[in-house]
């Protein structure tokens, strides 16, 4: 037999053999060598414990879809839920499993600085899924779960209809476009409370019930401005948005229409040179108000 350390192609005739060069491990920048299968954790939602800052929010282990392998842990600080939420997920998992399908969780609880992050990502342009502000997210009151909705091994149509019997609700009907992946655990409760006051409402209250107080200057003086800029839009444009304070894709769709009719970077970003276009704009509108043009200026366009 042939002794060598060289990995061998074996042939019908067993008295021979082929050498072939072992394959080398490929390696460099930016390659992660995958970890084995075993790295991945069960498909299930476990109870870690209570957690202190909290009210009725447990620390839970469920499947990622971060780290060298998919499946392995969700990092541990957006690992938390309200414990009904907890129960209903490890039911959803029960399920899902016994259908041969698996469930990767990609976010769950967020901080306020979190939030932030992804709210300011969705203002400059580098998300197209609408993010809220601080104070005005599920995800901050630990009742809300994204999902890796296109890889669930039994179609995303069935497990939305799992997820829905449980008491998950998603605020999209599609099950593709952006935000058909974002499910809720609002009870009849806050389902209730959503139809009376609105969805922003809701969120603020529902984070407010846990404790998470968190953010709230800061989503304060941001509301306080985004309703500055809704008003302005509609005093020198005549838009007719809504003066909430939330920084939706109305908003946002209102600056970009101003922006391209003023030939600036359209982003819909309230940036410094468009703010400051605003504010020209809405001092000059001011100065119509108390001095009307003469006819002089009429005849010059002004």
Same mark, same amino acid.
């Given at each position: 037999?042939?002794?060598?350390?060289?990995?061998?192609?074996?042939?019908?005739?067993v008295?021979?053999?082929?050498?072939?060069?072992?394959?080398?491990?490929?390696?460099?920048?930016?390659?992660?060598?995958?970890?084995?299968?075993?790295?991945?954790?069960?498909?299930?939602?476990?109870?870690?414990?209570?957690?202190?800052?909290?009210?009725?929010?447990?620390?839970?282990?469920?499947?990622? %879809?971060?780290?060298p392998?998919? =499946?392995?842990?969700?990092? +541990?600080?957006?690992?938390? !839920?309200? *414990?009904?939420?907890t #129960?209903?997920?490890?039911?959803?998992?029960?399920?899902?499993?016994?259908?041969?399908?698996?469930?990767?969780?990609?976010?769950?609880?967020r901080?306020?600085?979190?939030?932030?992050?992804?709210?300011m990502?969705?203002?400059?342009?580098?998300?197209?899924a609408?993010?809220?502000?601080?104070?005005?997210?599920v995800?901050?009151a630990?009742?809300?779960?994204? %999902?890796?909705?296109f890889?669930? =091994?039994?179609?995303?149509? +069935?497990?939305?209809?799992? !997820?829905? *019997?449980?008491?998950? #609700?998603n605020?999209?009907?599609?099950?593709?476009?952006?935000?058909?992946?974002?499910?809720?655990?609002?009870?009849?409760?806050?389902?209730?409370?959503?139809?009376?006051h609105?969805?922003?409402?809701?969120?603020h209250?529902?984070?407010?019930?846990?404790?998470?107080?968190?953010?709230?200057?800061?989503?304060?003086?941001?509301?306080?401005?985004?309703?500055?800029l809704?008003?302005?839009l509609?005093?020198?444009?005549?838009?007719g948005?809504?003066?909430?304070?939330?920084?939706?894709?109305e908003t946002?769709?209102?600056?970009?229409?101003?922006?391209?009719?003023?030939q600036?970077?359209?982003?819909?970003?309230?940036?410094?040179?468009?703010?400051?276009?605003?504010?020209k704009?809405?001092?000059?509108?001011?100065?119509?108000l108390?001095?009307?043009?003469?006819?002089?200026?009429?005849?010059?366009?002004?």
């Open positions: 037999m042939c002794q060598s350390p060289l990995h061998f192609f074996y042939t019908t005739d008295t021979s053999c082929v050498q072939l060069p072992r394959p080398r491990l490929k390696v460099g920048p930016g390659y992660v060598v995958p970890r084995p299968k075993t790295d991945q954790m069960e498909m299930t939602c476990k109870i870690l414990g209570e957690d202190p800052r909290f009210l009725g929010v447990v620390r839970v282990l469920v499947p990622g %879809i971060y780290g392998t998919k =499946g392995g842990p969700l990092p +541990r600080r957006m690992s938390r !839920l309200v *414990r009904a939420a #129960t209903a997920l490890r039911q959803v998992y029960r399920e899902i499993v016994a259908l041969g399908g698996y469930l990767y969780i990609t976010d769950m609880f901080s306020a600085a979190d939030q932030q992050r992804a709210y990502d969705y203002l400059a342009g580098r998300k197209t609408y993010s809220p502000p601080p104070c005005a997210s995800h901050e630990a009742r809300a779960i994204d %999902i890796d909705a890889d669930t =091994g039994i179609g995303h149509r +069935r497990t939305r209809e799992i !997820l829905n *019997r449980h008491g998950w #609700t605020i999209v009907k599609t099950l593709t476009g952006p935000e058909c992946w974002h499910y809720e655990f609002r009870q009849s409760r806050w389902q209730t409370y959503c139809e009376r609105g969805y922003a409402a809701m969120a209250d529902m984070k407010r019930a846990i404790g998470n107080f968190a953010g709230r200057y800061t989503a304060q003086s941001q509301k306080i401005e985004v309703a500055r809704q008003g302005t509609n005093i020198i444009t005549g838009e948005l809504t003066v909430d304070g939330i920084y939706g894709p946002r769709e209102a600056l970009r229409d101003f922006q391209r009719r003023q600036l970077q359209i982003d819909g970003v309230a940036g410094p040179i468009t703010t400051g276009r605003i504010q704009m809405l001092a000059d509108h001011r100065r119509l108390i001095e009307p043009p003469t006819c002089l200026d009429r005849r010059r366009g002004l």
